[in-house]
């Protein structure tokens, strides 16, 4: 079964600050999806990647697929941008989602 | 407007009456799922779909079941609930598996005592 880890998993960080968040995962997989749930509790999707890099405003995406590890970028960060991000393995069966315990980010103006 | 619903938002109910929890999605997605999230335990995948009458589990799926006799709609059926029941349910769906993202419905909040 695959394990899925996020580090760190609380993160303060001041306004304009560039942030990374780490997610690593044991077997192989077939995509990476980084989600973010705001406060109230909705989640919304950000990036599903298999290879490579995404980029999506002030977001970046990165993935290798060999070592197992993805990280999601945020530069110039917002307190608009604090959240709980949650990356999720699909299998190489590409049957079920496995997630990672999430990130709580908080940005201080 | 894209968008996944799903109804009720918040319930609360006793062991053993059965609920469904509905879910519909406008944007003729094939990939539809159930996640339940828990104060440390985070998100798990209930049930999935890859397309109508197509359905399989996931991580949980003890004491759920799912029917996809649309394409729009993806119920989420307690039979008999039980308190380890009570959580966050989220709805989600996709236009594929594994080359798109997700749009995650509100979320239900359920109680059960």
């Known amino acids: 079964k695959n394990e899925v880890e996020q580090s760190p998993q609380n993160l303060t960080a001041q306004e304009g600050e560039f942030i990374t968040i780490n997610c690593s995962y044991s077997?192989?997989?077939?995509?990476l999806h980084w989600l973010q749930q705001h406060p109230g509790g909705g989640i919304v999707s950000l990036f599903m990647?298999?290879?490579g890099k995404k980029k999506h405003g002030r977001l970046i995406a990165t993935i290798n697929i060999q070592e197992k590890h993805s990280s999601l970028h945020i530069t110039a960060s917002h307190p608009r941008d604090s959240a709980v991000y949650i990356c999720?393995?699909?299998?190489?069966?590409?049957?079920?989602?496995?997630f990672g315990p999430g990130t709580r980010l908080s940005v201080l103006p | 407007e894209a968008q996944v619903t799903q109804n009720p938002r918040y319930l609360i109910t006793v062991t053993g009456k059965k609920l469904t929890v509905t879910c519909s999605q406008n944007?003729?997605?094939?990939?539809m799922s159930w996640y339940r999230q828990d104060p440390g335990l985070g998100l798990r995948q209930i049930y999935y779909?890859?397309?109508?009458?197509?359905?399989d589990k996931g991580d949980v799926p003890e004491g759920y079941k799912v029917s996809r006799k649309e394409k729009r709609n993806f119920p989420l059926i307690l039979e008999s609930p039980s308190p380890n029941q009570t959580s966050l349910y989220f709805c989600?769906?996709?236009?594929?598996?594994?080359?798109?993202?997700?749009?995650f419905g509100p979320g239900t909040r359920l109680t059960v005592t």
């Open positions: 999720a393995a699909l299998d190489n069966y590409g049957q079920n989602f496995v």
């Open positions: 779909s890859m397309n109508v009458e197509v359905t």
């Open positions: 989600a769906s996709s236009l594929s598996r594994s080359s798109y993202e997700q749009y």
């Open positions: 990647l298999s290879s």
């Open positions: 077997v192989g997989i077939s995509a």
């Open positions: 944007m003729n997605h094939e990939y």
